[in-house]
């Protein structure tokens, strides 16, 4: 029988827990606010605050810490032939993160992910699903890595990185803006290549992000070893199915629910199986640790 001790512990609890319903904020938006503030971050560049100089595919942090995206080190590196510890140091961080975060920087911190969902969210007549093995992205970034040591100019990262031409365009944007010296050529293509892979994915949706962009490609290897994952709760799965419909990266994870994780290269930890679930986030969590 409950005593009145139970009772007034079990209504702790329960209130305890309601309160934490109330006050988590959905991983949809939240993951719009840690774009949107690293973005400002950088835009806080144009105002003389430095926290963040540069763009995604390298920058300065806080004044003197060198940050290097992956992919573009190695371009660089097989491009230069030139190994540098400065440039070593520089990715060393990103490395770090990774290996925490594994591919959530494709869901939490790239930019096309938001203007794609932009995208993916019109009334779309012409969707093609394109059935491409995710792997040829891997033979993509080599043959990207090869023709950066052929040509010996990151070929990527300098002409066609999304990462690379969304930071050109938007401080191309803002030198416009403020009346300032700037290159329209530039400017013109960088929102081109923009442009370009908004109508890609229109017609593709997701094919970009699944099976071609070599900088999304290096970052899942990183899912594999790294500490997040996708955690599920014995005994909770209806077989909705809703958690595969939902998500974009075409990963199958009512097919992994009767294991205990899943840590699948195509995974970029945005959530939408956790809440498109019908158990709304009890079923599936994002969780770091092993
Ligand atoms: S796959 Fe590439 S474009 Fe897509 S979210 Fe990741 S880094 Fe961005
Ligand atoms: S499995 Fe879930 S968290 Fe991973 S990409 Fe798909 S919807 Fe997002």
Request: hydrophobic fraction near 45%; charged fraction near 20%; include cysteine.
């Amino acid at each position: 029988m409950n005593t009145d001790k139970d009772r007034a512990e079990e209504q702790k609890s329960r209130s305890q827990e309601s309160g934490e319903k109330k006050k988590k904020m959905p991983l949809s938006k939240l993951r719009r606010f840690v774009l949107l503030g690293i973005i400002i971050l950088f835009l806080l560049q144009f105002l003389k605050i430095k926290v963040l100089v540069g763009g995604l595919s390298g920058s300065l942090a806080v004044w003197f810490v060198k940050l290097i995206d992956i992919f573009a080190y190695f371009e660089s590196l097989i491009a230069s032939k030139d190994f540098t510890l400065t440039a070593f140091l520089a990715v060393l961080p990103i490395i770090g993160i990774y290996l925490v975060f594994g591919r959530a920087f494709c869901g939490w911190v790239c930019p096309m992910d938001f203007l794609f969902e932009i995208v993916d969210g019109f009334k779309n007549w012409s969707k093609v699903k394109v059935k491409a093995s995710p792997k040829i992205g891997y033979v993509i970034a080599a043959a990207l890595l090869i023709t950066s040591g052929l040509i010996g100019v990151p070929f990527f990262t300098n002409y066609f990185s999304h990462l690379t031409n969304f930071f050109r365009f938007i401080t191309g944007g803002v030198f416009f803006a403020l009346d300032l010296p700037f290159e329209p050529s530039v400017l013109a293509y960088s929102g081109g290549i923009i442009v370009l892979l908004l109508v890609v994915e229109y017609i593709f949706p997701r094919t970009w992000c699944r099976v071609l962009c070599p900088v999304g490609k290096t970052y899942g290897l990183f899912n594999k070893i790294s500490l997040i994952r996708l955690k599920f709760r014995e005994g909770a799965c209806g077989e909705c199915n809703l958690c595969d419909q939902v998500c974009y990266m075409n990963v199958k994870i009512a097919r992994h629910i009767d294991r205990s994780s899943l840590r699948d290269t195509n995974c970029i930890y945005c959530g939408r199986c956790a809440e498109g679930c019908e158990t709304k986030g009890k079923l599936v969590k994002i969780k770091l640790g092993r």
